[in-house]
């Protein structure tokens, strides 16, 4: 059985950092495309970033650009969203995926698998 456990949400000033992590098992984590996304109150659910498997080039929305990193340890089956100079744009639940493609997909039904969501806000 497959399992995503993300970590790490919480609340923050404006301008703070938080480090998102989620937790694979029950797959060959080395083999898949992880991606962040989020969903900000009463909207759609959106790309973050994402890195492949590979540990190739990774990609970011427009938006966290420059502030957001994202990384992945495949000896401890976890990817990690290094989150700094949070605004309170960014306030959504964080949801880690996984994708058996050998691409980065920005599209949410792209993915195979998902975590359970960690709520991160950010305070003005």
């Known amino acids: 059985q497959v399992q995503l456990v993300e970590s790490g949400g919480g609340l923050v000033q404006a301008g703070g950092s938080l480090r998102l992590s989620c937790a694979a098992s029950g797959l060959t984590f080395s083999r898949y495309v992880m991606g962040w996304f989020r969903q900000p109150p009463g909207k759609e659910r959106e790309f973050v970033a994402g890195i492949p498997w590979f540990g190739g080039r990774t990609s970011y929305t427009d938006s966290v650009k420059g502030r957001f990193t994202i990384s992945r340890d495949n000896a401890k089956n976890t990817v990690y969203l290094q989150m700094n100079s949070l605004k309170p744009e960014d306030t959504a639940v964080y949801f880690c995926?996984?994708?058996?493609?050998?691409?980065?997909?920005?599209?949410?039904?792209?993915?195979?698998?998902w975590g359970q969501g960690t709520q991160v806000t950010v305070s003005s």
């Open positions: 995926a996984a994708d058996g493609s050998t691409r980065v997909a920005l599209i949410p039904t792209a993915y195979d698998y």
